[in-house]
Every structure is written in C-alpha cells, then in structure tokens.
Nanobody
Framework: QVQLVESGGGLVQAGGSLTLSCAASGRTFSTTTMAWFRQAPGKEREFVAS????????YHATSVKERFTISRDNAKNTMYLQMHNLKPEDTAVYYC??????????????????WGQGTQVTVSS
C-alpha cells in the first residue's frame, strides 16, 4: 500500500484560502479513488470530498460545496484540496486516504485506508 503525506495547512483568517496537498509514495496512486477527511477536536472524522482515479468524477460534502475543490495529478502522485472562503468551523486536522471497497459515493472512514499524518487547518474569526 502507498504512503500518504499531507501538507499545506496553516493559520488563515475567515474568508481566506488555502490549498492542501497529499503526496503518495507508491505507484498505485493513479489507480485508486482518493478522498479528503477532516477531524476537529472531540468530533468524529468527517468526509470532505472524494475523486475518482481518473478525475472523471468528484463528490463534495454539502458543507463545503462551492467552497472546496478536490483535484489530482496522477503524474505527480499528488492530490489537492483547494479551499476558499474558509470559515472557523472548517478548523480541523485534514487527512487524505484511499478507497478500499464499496461504491464510489461512500463517505464512511471505514471505506478508506492508508491515512496520512494529517495537516492542521486553523481558521480565525
């Protein structure tokens, strides 16, 4: 299985923007559906967005639609999460993961594996 490393997090004011990256070390990245999750202190890990291996399909959680955009560059073994109009409630550790089994529309963390270390996003008001 591949190793995943998230980066790009930081402190930003409400209304600002950040772009997160998820770098994969293995050669199987390009054949795997990927997703972003996030987890705030004391909260359950929450689905953010997913993307088909060939970038032909994406799905974004209602809470981030029209603000966040998931994308990937298989040639670089990297997935991205472009975030705009950030809100304090977006504050969390953001993780990337790869799809295991089930439908492409799965949003449970149980359907994903290979979690990275996460990158902290903090949005101040």
């Amino acid at each position: 299985q591949v190793q995943l490393v998230e980066s790009g997090g930081g402190l930003v004011q409400a209304g600002g923007s950040l772009t997160l990256s998820c770098a994969a070390s293995g050669r199987t990245f390009s054949t795997t559906t990927m997703a972003w999750f996030r987890q705030a202190p004391g909260k359950e890990r929450e689905f953010v967005a997913s993307i088909y291996w060939n970038s032909g399909w994406t799905y974004h959680a209602t809470s981030v639609k029209e603000r966040f955009t998931i994308s990937r560059d298989n040639a670089k073994n990297t997935m991205y999460l472009q975030m705009h109009n950030l809100k304090p409630e977006d504050t969390a550790v953001y993780y990337c993961a790869r799809k295991k089994v089930g439908p492409m529309t799965a949003t449970s963390s149980l359907d994903f594996s290979g979690w990275g270390q996460g990158t902290q996003v903090t949005v101040s008001s």
